[in-house]
């Protein structure tokens, strides 16, 4: 809560940066953990963390009548705590924009977007990605822990600095392990984002665009089939 009391818009962002492992270890909590903030007028969800107890056919909730203040305006809103048994929730990643050939020509450049949809943050350094000749993992610098915040972007490239220089001080820029994201893009590859059992598949050739114009090659919605020719958008989604 902020000084008046209230719960804020700057609290919502701050748990959205909570991976879920990590904050029900820091809570104690065993069985799986929902958070939900929602206005009473206009009854909006406005704060959402965790995963969906809508299935769980054992759960307890805690209800508590509060103000949100949303930064303009104070709202009556009701804070709900669910603890419940059942899965975990879906923490996949997607791609949804790649620069491959920069007007800048070399591999630093390059730069692959993803998204997190998910209500909670995600580890970033599980992740792979690769081209069509080798994979890369993502590394921390000084051995910080990396995540991607709740619907939020990521930028992976070799060269963090580079991409922000060119682009503005985007927070979530992470590095692969090389030189290179996997071999260098080629003007025809294929890139595949990989956790587990869990692959998200984009190929692609000159022919769809983004070809050293200055553009990428963007999704339409994170997990849709089209991409195509777009003006750079990089960290929104």
Known sequence: MNSNGELDAAKCKALSKFPYTALRDELEVEAQLRIEIRTLVPDESVCLWGGDASTSSI??????????????????????????????????????????????????????????????????????????????????????????????????????????????DYAYVFSVEDTSIGNGLDDTDSLTLSKNSFSDLFSYTTDKGANANGKTLTRSCYNCDDWAEAAESAGTV
């Open 59 to 168: 759960s307890v909730k805690s209800e508590r009548y509060m103000l949100y203040n949303d930064g303009t305006n104070t709202l009556p809103a009701l804070l709900t705590v669910t603890v419940y048994e059942g899965e975990p929730p879906v923490s996949n990643i997607y791609l949804t924009e790649i620069m491959y050939n920069p007007s800048s020509s070399g591999a630093n450049y390059e730069w692959v977007e993803v998204y997190n949809p998910n209500t909670i943050a995600i580890y970033i350094s599980s992740w792979t990605i690769s081209d069509l000749k080798e994979k890369d993992s993502i590394i921390p610098e000084d051995d910080e822990t990396i995540t991607i915040p709740a619907k939020s972007a990521g930028i992976l490239t070799a060269s963090p600095t580079i991409f922000k220089s060119t682009y503005g």
